[in-house]
């Protein structure tokens, strides 16, 4: 028997479904490449031999960014634990860049 239309519905909702999550997940990593490319930029452009407040702030901030990008890392890899690590992070990052 060849099944309903239903059936074959639910299939391809299915598909649909899985090739989404597969495409979100690669412009996760997507993302996070570009992201960590950004950071490697500034930090060859900045004095990392400053040691004043205005510096410490902008070095907590890149790693803000850089914590991004693992937390998309880790969201690709369905780690919600990994990516819920790297948004306390993010946080505790953003919280000393203020």
Request: glycine share 8%; aromatic share 2%.
């Amino acid at each position: 028997m060849g099944g309903t239309s239903d059936d074959a519905d639910r299939r391809t909702d299915r598909s649909t479904t899985a090739d989404r999550l597969r495409l979100m997940r690669e412009d996760f990593l997507d993302r996070a490449d570009v992201i960590d490319g950004g950071v490697r930029a500034l930090l060859g452009r900045i004095d990392l031999t400053r040691t004043d407040a205005d510096h410490d702030r902008m070095i907590d901030a890149l790693m803000g960014v850089s914590r991004a990008a693992d937390a998309l890392r880790a969201l690709a890899r369905n780690d919600l634990a990994g990516a819920d690590e790297a948004t306390s992070s993010m946080a505790h990052y953003a919280r000393r860049a203020r």
